[in-house]
């Protein structure tokens, strides 16, 4: 297909797919003549894939090439390149060790995956990202407690669970892997605001009944 | 305390307490002499909760603004203050009404909120954050199941509860709502890196016991 005909498929802008192009996060389409190339199915599945990371996951464009190369590396099994895909989707924060909250909150992390038993890397980057997060709460001088991250842990493994099961591995390698990618963002994302709204439910439930916009002050505009 | 005490017990550094003032997001200090202020411990814990605010929960100034406009307005009820804070705290994506993936989108999350039947508000941000991600999925060929967002919702809803357990109704009111407002995000970034290991987890004993960064490619980095 031409790229007018690509764009009209995948609904994104002639100008970006062209950008796309330049950044090489869309591989070039077969040329027709000088001015002209033809575009596949594949190219509309990986456009689709760049642009929901870009849009939806709002992955930076360094990483979405890290995690595009993985997809493409036919020497990676299916569990190395999730997990390139992951770790590619999310920054290292920067450690504080020797920061008295920060060392506690690292020994927080490190109890809960102790007692969790969960196989995981040392240098996932979503370790850090949660002793951040627990060393924010130390700080703040509420610390997270076991119980709560034991609760907190149980639903993200549930949540978990049902971001595999959206992996086929008898499907196309590729097409798995872009699918496994782009859902695990989309998924966060669901995630995140099923959880607001249940926040909204619980907090209704708990200190009143009136919705939350009906007050005075930011929130009623 | 003077300014370099405050710098000192906060952790953050004076230019950035100096900046904070500027943007009137921290309430400027007594003035004991034409150079010199005296802050006292509420400017120290609202300090770190702007300081949380901006740097763990990644929200704008201008939003940071709108949570502490709803944190210090006394004519609002804790519920109406928290779902402030959590509108204020989520952007409202743009919607696309006539886009047939968006509108697919739009009726799946409002099956799923009129039978989970939760106390949410018809304009909750994140009714359209969820309609956001789900459209996508749309977009990518590979809807959400009915099933796979039941799961999302309960395990959103027992995160949810945890965050709401957090909140004492009893303590003082800003200290109840600087707390909420602040776990919340944290909280947040706790269960996204909590979701991520177990992902880890989950794939090592679905598709291979190999450890995600052992690859080749780029995750092997």
Redesign the interface.
Known sequence: MRISELSRRS?VPVATIKYYLREDLLPKGAAVSTTQADYSEAHLQRL??VR?LV??AEVPLARIR??L??VD?P??????????????M?ATPESHPG?PAWDRAAEQTDAL?AE?D????P?????V??T???A??Q??G?P?TPE??R??????????????A??D?EAPREEALL?AI???A???????????????????????????????????R
């Open positions: 609904g689709r894939l929901a849009e939806v890290a995690v190369a993985a590396n020497d990676l099994d299916l569990h190395t390149v999730l997990g390139t895909a992951i770790f590619a999310s920061d995956l969790l969960w196989r995981v890397t240098d996932s980057p979503a370790r990202q949660l951040r997060a627990l924010a709460m700080a703040l509420r997270a709560m991250l609760g907190y842990a149980s639903a993200a493994h549930q949540a978990a669970e049902l971001d595999v959206c992996i591995p699918h782009s859902l695990s989309l998924m966060e994302q669901s995630l995140s605001a099923l959880r607001r709204l249940a926040q909204e439910d619980v907090s209704a439930a708990r200190f009143g009944a009136a919705p939350a916009r009906t007050g005075k002050g930011p929130g009623a």
